[in-house]
């Protein structure tokens, strides 16, 4: 799984044989994703960030997350 | 007309050769090449070409790919390195220590490796050669090492009552991620239909077991199941709509929009010898006939469906009905829909089929 910024500034991701469109929220979340947080580390960190209410955040991170673990595109 | 999109994925035959003879190939049944093998450096200005244009996802296939090694290594570097995510489409009977190592050094992200049955018999008869023991030791060589690994199955009448076994097989390996596709009807495959058409009761009895593994393996085992068209009411998307996302290149370099495209005899494709990548997108005849939906009959003009299927599947559509711009028969609206239920409930007496196998004589 490769997190990709396009010549346009948009993020993609590229996984096998596959293309997804990510939004700021997504690639931001995944960018956090590198082994040493976890789902709430890195909705508190995204919280901050995009100054939202950590609630709704954690439960889109959660749902990302765990959609990929489960392709088996990250490991958890 | 809204002008095209860029192309974002690429498929690389480097071959048509194979030391495998499966009956459910997909290549053209016309295996001998009329001009030789794209060079290591046509390939290369092929590949930057497609990358300046947009291309982020590609795939080395054939035929065999790693029947040339040397070149693969190669070009997987120089996708890599123009930041591309390369994927090895193989049946991994050639990829050892040495040539796996050079791969990943490369910067190989994605290896898929097929097997034709869960078990040594079967897969030789299905293959034609003897090499299951050869494919468990690649898949194991594969799983040991910091890439992505797919294994997958093409399931049609001959191996689809081993799917239980194929399901236990891939637990048993612990593959993360297992693709089950429904052969579908292109070059040899489409030559021995007769043989490879799976029984309505295999389909369905597969999607159940599938659904009901998938769900027991949750986290640990992602499976996707391909239904087979012939038995869907509706057409499938194919390639997501013609010179939308994809083109493929021949190993004698024509630039297809669909890797069964030259299925359809009446188009003439561009090729990477005597035109860029960026004409053939873009200005070529044989991407721009079925692009959009202006060029498309009724029922699929006034279809609610036309921007989701894209009136299906135009390879499918010109080898069942001699029109590549007739509604895919396998769509129910389509009024030749017929054809496909004719093969798909016929009695299932005419099992011969042909191994794939170069033959200078077809045409």
């Known amino acids: 799984m490769r997190l990709r910024r396009e010549p346009d500034g948009s993020a993609t991701l590229l996984v096998p044989e596959g293309i997804v469109s990510l939004n700021e929220t997504a690639a931001a979340a995944l960018a956090l994703a590198d082994g040493t947080r976890d789902d709430d580390d890195i909705a508190a960190e995204l919280a901050r960030h995009f100054d939202a209410p950590d609630g709704a955040i954690a439960e889109d991170v959660r749902t990302l997350l765990g959609d990929l673990a489960e392709r088996g595109f990250l490991t958890r | ?363």
């Not at chain 2, 078990?119 to 293959?127: G, K």
């Not at chain 2, 997501?240 to 493929?248: K, M, S």
């Not at chain 2, 692009?291 to 559509?317: H, K, L, N, V, Y």
Request: charged letters at 25%.
């Open chain 2, 1 to 363: 007309m809204t002008p095209a999109a860029p192309p974002r994925s690429l498929l690389c035959e480097l071959t048509y050769r194979c030391n495998l003879q499966c009956p459910y190939c997909y290549n053209p049944l016309k295996l001998a090449l009329n001009e030789p093998e794209l060079t290591r450096a046509e390939w290369m200005r092929a590949i930057e070409e497609a990358i300046g244009l947009g291309v982020v996802q590609i795939g080395f296939s054939g035929g065999e790919p790693t029947l040339r090694a040397a070149d693969l290594v190669a070009l997987t570097k120089c996708a890599t390195d123009r930041g591309a995510y390369t994927n090895l489409i193989t049946q991994g009977t050639f990829l050892d220590d040495a040539l796996l190592d050079a791969l990943l050094d490369a910067g190989l992200a994605h290896v898929q490796i097929s097997i034709q049955a869960p078990e040594r018999e079967l897969s030789a008869t299905i293959a034609g050669t003897d090499v299951f023991e050869k494919k468990v030791e690649t898949l194991r060589r594969v799983a040991g090492r910091d890439v992505a690994l797919t294994l997958n199955c093409v399931l049609h009448r001959l191996n689809h009552d081993s799917l239980p076994d194929v399901l236990a097989f891939a637990e048993r390996e612990g593959i993360a991620r297992l693709e089950l596709a429904n052969v579908q009807f292109y070059g040899w495959a489409y030559r021995n239909r007769a043989a490879l058409m799976p029984t309505r009761e295999q389909v369905e009895r597969g999607a159940a077991l599938v659904a009901e593994t998938s769900l027991r393996l949750r986290g640990k085992m992602d499976i996707t199941y391909v239904l087979p068209d012939y038995f869907e009411e509706l057409p499938k998307p194919c390639m997501h709509g013609w010179g939308q996302l994809a083109l493929t290149l021949t190993p004698d370099g024509r630039i297809l929009p669909c890797p069964a495209a030259t299925s359809i005899e009446t188009l003439v494709f561009p090729n990477v010898r005597t035109s860029t990548v960026r004409d053939a997108w873009y200005g070529s005849e044989a991407f721009n006939i079925y692009r959009g939906t202006a060029w498309m009959p009724e029922p699929c003009r006034s279809c609610e469906r036309r921007e989701i299927d894209f009136g299906g599947c135009r390879c499918q559509a010109f080898l069942l009905t001699g029109d590549a711009a007739a509604t895919d028969p396998a769509c129910a609206r389509s009024d030749r829909h017929e054809l496909v239920v004719a093969y798909r409930d016929r009695d299932d007496s005419d099992t011969a089929w042909s191994p794939r196998r170069l033959d200078p004589a077809l045409r």
